[in-house]
């Protein structure tokens, strides 16, 4: 073996007892770090396979069983839908818990009222409704134009939900529901329907002053001296006055919620709101 060949033989030794010595210290290094913060037993942090494959999600079946075990009697109302009742104060509300077909998430909603009448009656109702969802959160208001009814809605992901957070949900909206029932509650807080009101037309020669209450009472007044008192009815877009003797049929049609025209015969008679 000549002299460079000796040479290199002699550093590839060397590099391998260094390499050697870099492993024990290695080795010596973990191991007086293994006792620290664990105790000889496996760790009780290892993930299970369950949870190395993701978010456990509630089957329909462990959802039923959920809601039984809280104390809610469960109605099936279809394969995907259940419903329950929740009792906050003296309201007892109903409540629909949904799985989305995907299972991913579970909507609750509380259907709160049904507006009735026009629309536009309610147009104030709701829009204060809408600027509540945001104090509230993570709750929302929604309008259900096919059943015209106020319902209040929650989603949350169906991810390792608990019996508690479930509660937790429902106890938060029957909160909100009771506390926005002032404003969503039609019996406690009911708008004047469109029509109610003092309504007078006026020219050169008359007067006329139609009072329209909202328990269905009407007074008709003109500057003639004509004074006649009665009841009234919405029918079919007319306005049907009676009293005792006599009923009149008027149309109506409104060019917006301050001016109604009423039709007498051949003759259009524009009101306005006083």
């Not at 290094?29 to 369950?50: E, H, L, R, T, Y």
């Not at 039609?186 to 329209?212: C, E, M, Y």
């Not at 009665?230 to 006055?241: A, P, Q």
Request: contains cysteine; hydrophobic residues 35%; charged residues 20%.
């Amino acid at each position: 073996m000549n002299r460079t060949a000796k040479t290199t033989a002699v550093i590839l030794i060397v590099l391998a007892i260094v390499a050697c010595e870099q492993v024990r210290a290695g080795d010596m290094f973990s191991q007086g770090f293994a006792g620290i913060g664990s105790s000889s037993k496996p760790s009780d942090n290892v993930p299970s396979p369950s949870q190395l494959s993701g978010p456990r999600r509630l089957s329909l079946t462990e959802l039923k069983t959920s809601l039984t075990q809280l104390g809610y009697e469960v109605k099936q109302i279809s394969e995907r839908l259940y419903g329950i009742k929740v009792k906050r104060d003296t309201w007892t509300l109903p409540v629909i818990v949904e799985m989305t077909s995907s299972g991913k998430k579970l909507w609750f909603s509380i259907r709160l009222t049904t507006l009735k009448g026009e629309p536009n009656q309610h147009l104030d109702r709701v829009l204060k409704l809408l600027s509540l969802g945001g104090a509230f959160g993570p709750e929302f208001f929604g309008y259900s134009e096919k059943s015209r009814g106020i319902i209040l809605y929650m989603c949350r992901e169906n991810d390792s939900l608990t019996n508690v957070e479930i509660k937790q949900i429902l106890e938060h909206m029957s909160f909100v529901a009771v506390k926005t029932a002032p404003t969503w509650d039609v019996k406690q807080a009911a708008p004047p329907a469109k029509h109610v009101g003092t309504w007078r037309f006026q020219n050169d020669s008359v007067t006329i002053t139609v009072a329209l209450d909202k328990n269905g009472q009407f007074r008709l007044q003109n500057s003639s001296g004509t004074d006649q008192s009665g009841t009234y009815s919405i029918d079919g877009g007319k306005l049907v006055l009676v009293n005792k003797s006599e009923r009149l049929e008027l149309a109506m049609q409104w060019s917006d919620s301050n001016h109604l025209t009423l039709t007498f015969g051949d003759q259009n008679i524009p009101f306005v709101r006083t």
